[in-house]
């Protein structure tokens, strides 16, 4: 009963989020939405800030899904070109993790600020993806004539950059989401992978698989924890 009535609370914070914007949403309101007192909020998450954190963490874990559920669907997701191009589409069809990665530096730095009391999975989760990075070079998937920080460097820039770009945009043909998908995916792929990339993908995919599952076991582990606390 208590883990549903959090799970209830981290909807509510969800819908909210969406529909008004992080500095507009108070833990009042989010209690009025699940239909619960606003002391019964605090019972699961010390301050707004943890609450909408924990929000973050549970469409990760849900982003996390898919990505294992596609890396053993088809090798060829394992590339960066094509996990680039996944998650851009992904992050565009899910409304809660559009507005979490495109929010505004305000609403960002905030619950980067609350995460401090969660170290080890921020730094399990840098980890990860550094390590998917060298999986892939040992692999011969990706080139080695940058350093991994930079190829990480690169690749998160990209993806950062279109998933943020369109407001600034000033021309008036508009490319298709699909389009854009597959511009980032070449870019990627033209800077990062070797000629040969998807023929070796395969040899990757079991390592990729062992990693992700692992940083999804600890984004489990700390959304349960933060319900409870």
Do not use: C
Request: proline share 3%.
């Amino acid at each position: 009963m208590s883990e549903e009535r959090a799970d209830r609370i981290l909807d509510a914070a969800a819908e909210l989020l969406v529909a008004w914007g992080y500095r507009r949403v108070t833990i009042e309101d989010v209690a009025r939405r699940a239909e619960i007192g606003k002391g019964t909020v605090y019972l699961h998450f010390k301050t707004k800030e943890r609450l909408f954190l924990t929000v973050v963490m549970r469409e990760q874990a849900r982003l996390v899904d898919r990505l294992l559920t596609a890396f053993a669907a088809d090798p060829a997701n394992v590339l960066p070109s094509e996990l680039a191009r996944l998650t851009y589409l992904w992050v565009h069809e899910d409304v809660i993790v559009h507005v979490i990665v495109t929010g505004d530096q305000e609403t960002l730095g905030a619950l980067v600020r609350s995460a401090e009391g969660i170290g080890p999975l921020m730094k399990a989760r840098g980890q990860a993806i550094a390590d998917y990075f060298e999986i892939l070079r040992e692999r011969g998937v990706i080139r080695d004539d940058l350093r991994p920080d930079e190829q990480l460097h690169a690749f998160t820039a990209a993806l950062t950059g279109f998933l943020n770009v369109d407001p600034y945009r000033m021309s008036a043909e508009e490319m298709s989401r699909e389009a854009k998908a597959d511009l980032l995916a070449y870019m990627v792929r033209s800077a990062l992978e070797t000629p040969d990339a998807p023929a070796r993908a395969s040899r990757a995919v079991p390592q990729v698989l062992d990693l992700y599952r692992n940083l999804r076991e600890l984004l489990v582990e700390e959304i349960s924890r933060q319900k409870l606390t």
